[in-house]
Nanobody, 124 residues
Framework: VQLQASGGGLVQAGGSLRLSCAAS????????LGWFRQAPGKEREFVAI????????YYADFVKGRFTIFRDNAKNTVYLQMNSLKPEDTAVYYC??????????????????WGQGTLVTVSS
């Protein structure tokens, strides 16, 4: 399984970015594809996850209303649309995949596959 994240960059506070995660190597039926982020000196933290089959999504509280996760099954790609970005959103963003089970979405140890990360920098 390969997860290829892209779309990071430098943006001013209040701006938007869209991250992409191209997934390959297996079918993702009954899988969840999600995003984590890790800022310098901090632990990796959960951002959002989407059920590949149903489209059901869950978000960390700190991104609700600003970020949207969605997928394009035909392209085998998951996206993270990030709006109203803040300097504290600066981090390396990673996409990850796991078998779908209810709960523990924020626990990175439940994820089987990880992409390489893409850097998002939000200037004030």
């Amino acid at each position: 399984v390969q997860l290829q994240a892209s779309g990071g960059g430098l943006v001013q506070a209040g701006g938007s970015l869209r991250l992409s995660c191209a997934a390959s190597g297996r079918t993702f039926y009954n899988y969840g594809l999600g995003w984590f982020r890790q800022a310098p000196g901090k632990e990796r933290e959960f951002v959002a996850i989407i059920n590949w089959s149903s489209g059901t999504a869950y978000y960390a509280d700190f991104v609700k209303g600003r970020f949207t996760i969605f997928r394009d099954n035909a392209k085998n790609t998951v996206y993270l649309q990030m709006n109203s970005l803040k300097p504290e959103d600066t981090a390396v963003y990673y996409c990850a995949a796991r078998t779908w089970e209810r709960g523990r979405y924020s626990d990175p140890t439940y994820y089987n596959y990880w992409g390489q990360g893409t850097l998002v920098t939000v200037s004030s």
